[in-house]
């Protein structure tokens, strides 16, 4: 048995068999071997490291054609690395004596390797650690083919493991087979995070290097409250963690029961709790759980995972979809949030030094008029089908959320001309995430009809922390006093110039700051649709007098760790049974 610390991105508890995914999303197959395969496994071994040490020679051959020796000497590296006979002995031994599968031998020593670069200081063996990671997927690709695992298409209940998920990759996983996932990298605000909640899976990420002590079918524990991951566990620990999955259940069933009662505290103040979807057919989950509508909807989803941009029509789809399938309830569809963590494919470093600083979210769709128009004008077409919204992500100056109003109303005179309808007293409202709004707000609310507080976005620029990496994750709080105080302004100015305000973030899913986000003034939220019955029940346990005591406190606090335990300790004494 063995018990691994992660970050808790997603809570609950998962037990099943692994799915191990290595860094390109290749399967890595069961552990062991029939003892008669041994010969042929070495076999298709040597014939991988042939394949893969060629391919390494012409990319070396080819770049010192091209660039010269020293750009090539890279290669000569990896080729060195990859000719050495101890680490041939080494995975053969392995095969020929444990029965490990080619593919779980390489990866095995090649990662003790990694790992051991990784363990020493400074930037050249981080890098060295890169290339043993570069060489393991190159044999890998060599001894898998093709055969990368087409996640959607598990068709058994399963735990993925893996090195690394996109959002999109994560959005994809089947949440009938797919019981919880595990990354090795990613932070707490990561995308992949807070895509794993909206399956309601439990997950964890950031766990570091774990991948090479576990197999294909081995049995895994994912604690999604404590961020804890238990790998082969023994049967004292199985019988505990079963025990809590039942807890789990009765716990939703339990919460089931106040779908159809409204968020309203006990001395009568009525909350607004919304939902956050990334994809149409999320609607549903949002009605069964009892959410007031949709306060945000992500949908630059609809560009991740394919090649070419989705057409007018494409998005026109999916908006006025959720739109009647919402009724007459709200559905603030944000404008496309690209960029940063969400990208096509993974991020290249080498594209963007700091990409969350870069171009991304309202400044690419500002600089990509088509594509921003094309989105606004099928926003638009949808906005005669319910009651849609419109929310401009990322604002950081007026200027931006000026331009961004002049590139809709551009859109609106092209439908006006073509004599197609569209609700021209749309709301357009904007995202609060980045400090310099909060400072503005007392000019933002002459220019925008609502605000949504998104706290994944405030935290990072706030606290000057990546919300995607691990190494920083300690910082990455929402319960920091300086963001506390960000969200405090924020609510205090748009409730002055009496301007609705919401939060988004996942700040707002996590049952331990629902009393002070009521006692700071916010009566709207908008949570993972999972998420929904349990802050429904704390608002409907609590009295807005409690929770502004709660709020007056905190503010008196001076850092995250004691209002934590404080809000911890205040949320324990209404529910001893929440898991915070
Ligand atoms: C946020 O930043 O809080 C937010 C809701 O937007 P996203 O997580 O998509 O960046
Ligand atoms: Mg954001």
Known sequence: MERLQGIAVSPGVAIGEALVLDNEGFRIPRRFLPRDAVEEELDRLHKALESATSEVERNRDRVAAELGDEYAAIFSAHLQMMRDK?????????????????????????????????????????????????????????????????????????????????????????????????????????????????????AVVGVGLFLTDVSGGDTVIIDGDQGQIILNPDEETLA????????????????????????????????????????????????????????????????????????????????????????????????????????????NPEDERNPFLGLRSIRLALRNRDLFRTQLRAILRASVHGNIRLMFPLISTMLEFRQAKMVLADAMEDLEEAGVPFDRDIKVGMMVEVPSAVVMMDRFVEVADFFSIGTNDLVQYCLAVDRSNKDVANLYTAADPAVLRLIRDTVNAAKAADRPVSMCGQMCGNPMYTMLLLGLGLRSMSVTPAAVPEIKRVCRSVSIAQCEAIAQHVMTLENARDIKTYLRDELSGVFPELPV
């Open 86 to 202: 101890r680490l041939h002995e080494e995975v053969e031994e392995l095969i020929r004596t444990r029965h490990y599968s080619p593919e779980y031998a390489v990866s095995r020593s090649l990662r003790k390797y990694a790992k051991i670069f990784e363990s020493l200081d400074g930037e050249y063996m981080a890098e060295r650690a890169n290339d043993i990671f570069d060489i393991e997927k190159r044999i890998l690709r060599n001894l898998l083919g093709m055969r990368r695992e087409e996640l959607s298409q598990v068709t058994s209940p399963v735990l993925v493991l893996a090195r690394n998920l996109t959002p999109s990759e994560t959005a994809n996983l089947n949440p009938q087979f797919v019981m919880g996932m595990v990354t090795e990298v990613g932070g707490p605000g990561s995308h992949t995070a807070i895509v794993a909640e909206g399956l309601g899976i439990p």
């Open 240 to 347: 505990r963690y079963r025990h809590e999955v039942e807890e789990q259940r009765s716990l939703a069933a339990k919460l089931e029961t106040l779908r159809e009662l409204p968020a309203i505290t006990t001395d009568g103040q009525v909350v607004q709790l919304l939902g956050n979807i990334e994809f149409p057919h999320e609607v549903t989950q949002c009605l069964e759980r009892g959410a007031d509508g949709i306060g945000l909807y992500r949908t630059e989803f609809l560009y991740l995972g394919r090649e070419d941009d989705p057409s007018e029509d494409t998005h026109y789809e999916a908006y006025s979809g959720v739109a009647k399938a919402m009724g007459d309830k709200p559905v603030v569809v944000r404008t496309l949030d690209l960029g940063a963590d969400k990208m096509r494919m993974l991020p």
